[in-house]
């Protein structure tokens, strides 16, 4: 990555904080290099307004695809990237990750995924969602494999129920992406200089 911009992978999932990825999509896009994944759900929730990137969803890897030697954009997009990101993270593909289970675009990548590589998840879901067993199941689960967690914070959420489990300021996930790709970077020149 020395030389130049980050690759920032952006995944957003069928969360209802997706309706607010204009504000998130810019401050991702002054940061690198900027494509972005929407599941089918998020694609429900997408604003106005969003940068101009390439956005990818579930049927362009189907349609990318006709015959053997053509790319594999799961694959393809997992080389590009220095650094994935999935905000928001739905209870659904958070459980789905944890498990393996690969039957999206961006969960493809996520399974094909090299985890010496940062991935960045910001979950956003309704309190009870948030409060289930499981949440914590899958959050230590994918810590266990590296992965950053921006924990969601506590308002009033789109349900009109109070607690927490909305999405963790735009900022706050920006501030560990940025992190995470100054620490690639130091890696790399690292072992730059030792090779
Ligand atoms: C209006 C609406 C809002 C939703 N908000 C959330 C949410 O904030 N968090 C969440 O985990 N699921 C939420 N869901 C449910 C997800 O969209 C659903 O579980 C879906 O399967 C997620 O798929 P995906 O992870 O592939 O995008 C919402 C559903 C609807 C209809």
Redesign the pocket.
């Known amino acids: 990555m020395t030389g130049r911009l980050p690759h920032i992978l952006w995944g957003i999932?069928?969360?209802?904080?997706a309706i607010r990825s204009d504000r998130l999509g810019h401050e991702l896009a002054a940061q690198g290099e900027l494509k972005a994944i929407v599941?089918?759900?998020?694609q429900h929730f997408l604003p106005e307004g969003m940068p101009e990137v390439p956005i990818y969803s579930d049927d362009d890897e189907w349609s990318s695809w006709k015959k053997l030697g053509d790319p594999v954009l799961h694959i393809e997009l997992r080389r590009w990237a220095d650094v994935l990101v999935i905000a928001?993270l739905?209870?659904?593909?958070l459980a789905k990750m944890a498990h393996g289970i690969c039957d999206?675009l961006l969960l493809s990548v996520a399974r094909a995924w090299d985890y010496s590589r940062p991935v960045i998840v910001a979950p956003?879901?309704?309190t009870m969602?948030w409060e289930h067993p499981l949440t914590t199941e899958h959050l230590d689960r994918l810590r266990s494999w590296g992965v950053g967690v921006v924990d969601p914070v506590s308002k009033e959420l789109?349900c009109a129920d109070i607690g927490m489990?909305a999405q963790a300021p735009a900022d706050a996930i920006v501030a560990m992406v940025r992190r995470a790709t100054s620490r690639e970077d130091a890696e790399t020149n690292r072992n730059d200089r030792e090779s």
Do not use: L
């Not at 999932?13 to 904080?17: E, F, Q, Y």
């Not at 739905?90 to 593909?93: H, L, R």
């Open positions: 999932t069928g969360s209802v904080a599941t089918r759900r998020a928001p739905s209870a659904d593909s999206t956003a879901m309704n969602m789109a489990g």
